[in-house]
């Protein structure tokens, strides 16, 4: 079982990312997901979370900019961010609690530029 993610990419302040975090592998059930990231020189931080049923969580961070969404068909959970400012810049990673295990994709950058 992995997670793979993709969309980082490099925009400039105000503009919009689309992240997709795809799981793959034998996967019997998938409960929470979520979106961490880590700036340079800090720790990572919680960004999003989305339970099965599709309740939602965010860091007053980005409340009101970022949307956590999932397709359980297709076993992915998406981060759609807009009015982005460089502060967002960072590794963005998903994880899931596949199989009743929790893990982690490999992480995606955003830069933001000013």
């Known amino acids: 079982v992995q997670l793979q993610a993709s969309g980082g990419g490099l925009v400039q302040a105000g503009e919009s990312l689309r992240l997709s975090c795809a799981a793959s592998?034998?996967?019997?059930?998938?409960?929470?997901m979520g979106w961490y990231r880590q700036a340079l020189g800090k720790q990572r931080e919680l960004v999003a979370t989305i339970t099965a049923g599709g309740f939602t969580t965010y860091a007053n961070s980005i409340k009101g900019r970022f949307t956590i969404s999932r397709d359980n068909a297709k076993n992915t959970v998406y981060l759609q961010m807009n009015s982005l400012k460089p502060d967002d810049t960072a590794v963005y990673y998903c994880?899931?609690?596949?199989?009743?295990?929790?893990?982690w994709g490999q992480g995606t950058e955003v830069t933001v530029s000013s």
């Open positions: 994880n899931g609690m596949i199989n009743r295990y929790l893990r």
């Open positions: 592998g034998s996967i019997f059930s998938i409960n929470d």
